[in-house]
């Protein structure tokens, strides 16, 4: 086993932007998605629209994370072009530049660092912390993980709090909050104008569908049954991106459609290594061959949701009830 630093190093020879190859996902995904939301918007059989509606939202997300690669610094980092295509990308989709850069920032470098409420990310406790908490902060907490908040991930995780929130708070400092409610209000009302069809099928449910995904996405990254952590003066980068971050197996077009950020693990060793080139690095990289997974399967991702608490003890995340029975069995 490699050290850190090896581990690091041995990481950087796939963190090399392949320019073509970045226009070109870019690209195909922009008329992908422009292609599948004309058919949700035009006046066509519900079995078309229906479908194109659906896939729309699945396209979405492969494009949050061409947005993510480029705010990462990872792609196009010196291209106005796709930037400015991507930020107003960032606008529409409730994830102002901005705002999302900080929180995702500071996500990277704490990575199950601390426990509570932590920037960028879902909260947690440990089995202690919810012990002494009052009823109104275990209340808080429950709804903050709870499966309903994740699902309607467009509505709780963009809308409010990347994007009301900060400009309720602060609207001139978080003005491009204020830009992306109204960029994003604009294009509903303008497909409203065209039909119901248009913007129920051409934006609110591909947003939905997009936001619930992404959501969840970036819960199970962080909240699987096998996740190992280490916090305070033991915390470790290397360890947090190797065991706290979860490998999501996919097939290839659910691979397509996420962006290929199911190689959780190995973005957080680098993430400089452009989506496209995650599966290569893993498969370069041999101590990456191991990690904790889980899968978008049911009963992986009903697991990953009764997931609550983090018990000292035993180093496992537990559910409600188990840390209830540890508690009446102490």
């Known amino acids: 086993m490699r050290t850190s630093k090896e581990l690091i190093l041995a990481s950087r020879p796939y963190a090399h932007e392949q320019r073509l190859v970045s226009w070109w996902c870019l690209g195909s995904t922009l008329l992908v998605l422009a292609a599948l939301i004309t058919v949700a918007c035009i006046s066509s059989p519900w079995y078309l629209y229906v479908p194109a509606g659906i896939l729309s939202g699945m396209v979405l997300v492969r494009l949050f994370i061409i947005y993510h690669d480029y705010m990462h610094g990872t792609i196009f980092r010196d291209s ?3 930037g400015w295509i991507l930020r107003g990308y960032g606008l529409v989709a409730l994830s102002p ?10 996500h990277h470098k704490n990575n199950c660092k601390t426990f509570g409420t932590a920037l960028g990310s879902f909260p947690i406790l440990t089995t202690e912390d919810y012990a002494n908490f009052s009823f109104w902060q275990r209340v808080g907490y429950i709804v903050a993980r709870h499966p309903l908040v994740i699902g309607f991930g467009y509505i ?9 929130l900060p400009f309720l708070t602060n609207a001139k400092e978080h003005y491009g909050a204020g830009l992306a409610i109204l960029a994003h209000v604009s ?6 104008m065209i039909s119901i069809q248009a913007l129920v099928w051409g934006f609110l449910v591909p947003m939905t569908i997009a936001g619930a995904l992404g959501s969840y996405l970036f819960y199970a990254q962080h909240n699987f049954p096998d996740i190992k952590r280490r916090d305070g003066d033991d915390w470790d980068y ?7 971050s979860s490998f999501m197996r996919m097939g290839r077009l659910m691979s397509w459609f996420t962006g290929n950020i199911g190689y959780h693990h190995v973005h957080h060793l680098n993430a400089k290594i452009p989506f496209y080139r995650l599966p290569e690095a ?10 904790p997974t889980t899968s978008l399967h049911p009963v ?7 997931l609550k608490l983090w018990d000292p003890a035993s180093e ?8 209830n029975r540890i508690s009446r069995a102490a």
């Open 238 to 244: 290397v360890y947090a991106a190797l065991h706290s």
């Open 156 to 164: 709780t995780s963009f809308f409010v709090s990347m994007s009301l």
């Open 187 to 192: 294009i509903a009302v303008c497909l409203a």
């Open 300 to 306: 992986d991702v009903i697991r990953c949701l009764r």
């Open 97 to 106: 530049p901005s705002i999302w850069k900080h929180s995702h920032d500071d």
């Open 282 to 291: 893993m498969a370069g990289i041999e101590e990456l061959q191991s990690p």
């Open 316 to 323: 496992k995340m537990l559910t409600f009830r188990e840390a």
């Open 80 to 82: 106005r072009v796709a």
